[in-house]
């Protein structure tokens, strides 16, 4: 697992330090990859968490659609 980035609040995500997840989503982002790709990566950062704040990162950034582009099954 490679996490590039810090959290918004300045801690580095490291392996044990993240809980790594994915969220389904149609945004414009996620809209143009491939068939089963769509959505984002999501990152928790723990130690956020300890101090009982959730922070959660996505990865690609999520871009909320314009008008009614979202529509679920
Ligand atoms: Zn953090
Ligand atoms: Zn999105």
Redesign the pocket.
């Known amino acids: 697992m490679h996490v590039p980035f810090l959290?918004?609040?300045?801690?580095r995500l490291v392996p044990g330090r993240v809980i790594v997840g994915w969220s389904p989503c149609v945004c414009p982002p996620c809209g143009g990859r491939a068939r089963g790709l769509r959505g984002h990566r999501t990152y928790l950062?723990l130690?956020?968490k300890d101090e009982h704040?959730t922070?959660k990162c996505y990865l690609p950034h999520h871009v909320p659609a314009q008008g009614a582009a979202y529509r679920w099954p």
């Open positions: 959290c918004p609040r300045g801690h950062c130690d956020c704040v922070t």
